[in-house]
């Protein structure tokens, strides 16, 4: 089974920037659609960002409008999120999923549209 390992996260003084990084297992391309959510301690997963691979449309949260960009790579086998700005309440493991299904604003922010799973990535935002 094909599995997403995600990379990138660390640790980051608040105002800064970091990348994320999301490629599956077996480096095959990424299809259909892709998403990052993030956890923080004590939280509800909450979604971030995602891409529509096959129309190219983005989606943001809110409170990451304007300050994340969510992106594919060139050969489409990796997955990013540049996190510029970042706040301290953007402490949290940030997740990467797929779905396997066409996502559309009705659908792209809920978790059970998303078949695969990463372990995370942990990104601690200092104040």
């Known amino acids: 089974q094909v599995e997403l390992v995600e990379s990138g996260g660390g640790l980051v003084q608040a105002g800064g920037s970091l990348r994320l990084a999301c490629t599956a297992s077996?480096?095959?391309?990424?299809?259909?659609?892709m998403a990052w959510f993030r956890q923080a301690p004590g939280k509800e997963r909450e979604f971030v960002a995602a891409?529509?691979?096959?129309?190219?449309?983005?989606y943001y949260s809110d409170f990451v409008k304007g300050r994340f960009s969510i992106y594919g790579g060139n050969a489409k086998t990796t997955m990013y999120l540049q996190m510029n700005n970042v706040k301290p309440d953007g402490t949290a493991v940030y997740l990467c999923?797929?779905?396997?299904?066409?996502?559309?604003?009705?659908?792209?922010?809920?978790?059970?549209?998303?078949?695969?799973w990463g372990q995370g990535t942990q990104v601690t935002v200092s104040s």
């Open positions: 891409l529509s691979l096959t129309g190219g449309s983005t």
């Open positions: 077996n480096h095959a391309p990424l299809t259909f659609a």
């Open positions: 999923a797929r779905s396997n299904w066409a996502i559309n604003s009705m659908n792209v922010r809920t978790i059970r549209q998303y078949e695969t």
